[in-house]
């Protein structure tokens, strides 16, 4: 059974840093488009980045980019959100997503509905 668990999040003042993690279990980790989300209260589910684990490329969004770093440790099947410089805009529930049936991440990597599983997410709050 594929799990996706995340954690990492909490309460931060502006300015400040987290690194969120996704621990992947269940699947052979090998070719798969590894996504972050986040959906703040009242607003639409965003992504934020996503990563092929197959080469380490990436997408961003652009409200993020230069802020939010993706990246893997295929060792320990886990991926990550480093987010630095915190504004109170980044305040929403993160969530990690996998899309088990396709290979690369593409030009549709922050459409939700491709993806297959989804973790339980974790709180970031900026303040």
């Known amino acids: 059974q594929v799990q996706l668990v995340e954690s990492g999040g909490g309460s931060v003042q502006a300015g400040g840093s987290l690194r969120l993690s996704c621990a992947v279990s269940?699947?052979?980790?090998?070719?798969?488009?590894i996504a972050w989300f986040r959906q703040a209260p009242g607003k639409e589910r965003e992504g934020v980045a996503s990563?092929?684990?197959?080469?380490?490329?990436?997408h961003y969004a652009g409200s993020v980019e230069g802020r939010f770093t993706i990246s893997q440790e295929k060792l320990k099947t886990t991926v990550y959100l480093q987010i630095s410089n915190l504004k109170p805009e980044d305040t929403a529930m993160y969530y990690c997503?996998?899309?088990?049936?396709?290979?690369?991440?593409?030009?549709?990597?922050?459409?939700?509905?491709?993806?297959?599983?989804w973790g339980q997410g974790t709180q970031v709050t900026v303040s």
């Open positions: 997503a996998i899309d088990r049936l396709r290979l690369g991440c593409g030009s549709s990597w922050s459409n939700p509905e491709r993806y297959t599983n």
């Open positions: 269940g699947i052979t980790y090998r070719y798969h488009c």
């Open positions: 990563l092929y684990t197959g080469s380490d490329s990436t």
